[in-house]
């Protein structure tokens, strides 16, 4: 009895493994029919069928024969990676930014104090024609 149990067990736990579209491999020629199993199943977004669409539309030809649920795995990895990318370029260039109205705001004060010394030096010539 307990060996007919564990059976059963193990034979639905294949049927519902080979049954997750995510375990489909990527062809060219059911990409379709894929994806809308995918959706169907509740497998994956909106959003990630417009990213998988997008990386298949790039990457073609590296991808038959990976899983679906490899290629959502690549897709996603490959977003972070570039808001990590994006967020390492604006860090950088709000930094150059910084540098750039720091070394600004030194030179105005370096030519604010020249031109004041420039007047009082003026001030000075006038106030020793005077007497």
Request: hydrophobic share 40%; aromatic share 6%.
């Amino acid at each position: 009895m307990r060996k007919g149990i564990l059976l059963l067990i193990i034979s639905g736990s294949i049927l519902i493994s080979c049954n997750n579209p995510l375990n489909r491999k990527y062809k060219a020629e059911t990409f379709t029919e894929d994806i809308s199993a995918l959706l169907d199943a509740k497998k994956i977004s909106n959003e990630d069928v417009i990213s998988i669409t997008s990386y298949v539309s790039f990457h073609e030809k590296e991808l038959n024969g990976i899983s679906y649920d490899d290629l959502l795995k690549k897709v996603k990895l490959e977003a972070t990676q570039n808001l990590i990318n994006y967020g390492k370029e604006s860090s950088e260039e709000l930094k150059a930014a910084a540098e750039r109205a720091k070394a600004d705001s030194a030179q105005a004060v370096q030519d604010a104090f020249k031109a004041a010394k420039e007047a009082a030096a003026q001030d000075s010539i006038l106030n020793l024609k005077k007497h």
